[in-house]
């Protein structure tokens, strides 16, 4: 069986994939100085409540925009695991996508792995968005070329950041109001952060429609996008597993295409 670690800068994804799909998935909160050995007492508790073991793994593929968390992953991976993991954005770990902008170093990681995991699953041009800690709209040719995008705050650092700086302003659950006009400070705010992201969604993904010469299908994925499914008038399809399939297909273009 096969590990994916997605570590974000909020939270951190870990799914085992058994070659055939994927048998579970769990988030914990992404912190950088948690070490191996307790990241390793964590996930082996809540894989066993799945009929898992450490001895059930045999690869693993990490991807992380937290530098300073990846020492520690990578030592779950040899210590516990006794596999040595397929780093994001190492040399010699082959990605498989082709990088069409000026400075391709430039390209994310994580972008490069979506939109791999995205070619793979859907055919023609695509636009994926990824709600995270920032929200990315990033163009993948027909071809699975990367085109390059966009990137946004996410709609965390939105709430945070409304709250932090104004004094008398709440901070709020994100939800989506039954009305666009707010009766109180919450609701007033709720409408504000939900519908000023929905039209940040579909403004922008409007505005890279028009510019790209082929028709687009809208991706989104990410742990936030779900709020938005069937909100939005742009999101075609709302996927969670892109950056997690993504791995996979990078673990299999890098091991010869053994499980």
Known sequence: MFLAIDCGNTNTLFAVHDGEGWRAQWRTATHSTRTADE?????????SMHGLAFADISACVISTVVPQALFNLRNLSRRYLGAEPLIIGEPGVELGVEVRIPRPQEAGADRLVNAL????????????????????????????????????????????????????LPRIEIRQPETAIGKDTVTAMQSGIFWG???????????????????????????????????????????????????????????????
């Open 117 to 168: 995991g995205a070619r793979t699953k859907y055919d023609g041009a695509l636009l994926l968005i990824d709600s995270g800690t920032a929200t990315t709209f990033d163009v993948v040719s027909s071809g699975g070329a990367f085109e390059g995008g966009v990137i946004a705050p996410g709609i965390n650092l939105s709430v945070k950041a409304l709250h932090d700086a104004a004094a008398r």
């Open 197 to 259: 992201y929905v039209e940040l969604i579909d403004g922008l993904a409007d505005r890279i429609k028009t510019e790209y010469p082929e028709d687009l299908t809208v991706i989104a994925t990410g742990g936030v996008a779900s709020l938005f499914d069937g909100a939005s008038r742009t999101i075609d399809h709302f996927d969670p597993d892109i950056t997690i399939h993504g791995l996979y297909e990078v673990w299999k273009l890098n091991s010869g295409g053994s499980r």
């Open 39 to 47: 990241h390793a007492v964590w996930l082996s508790q809540i894989m």
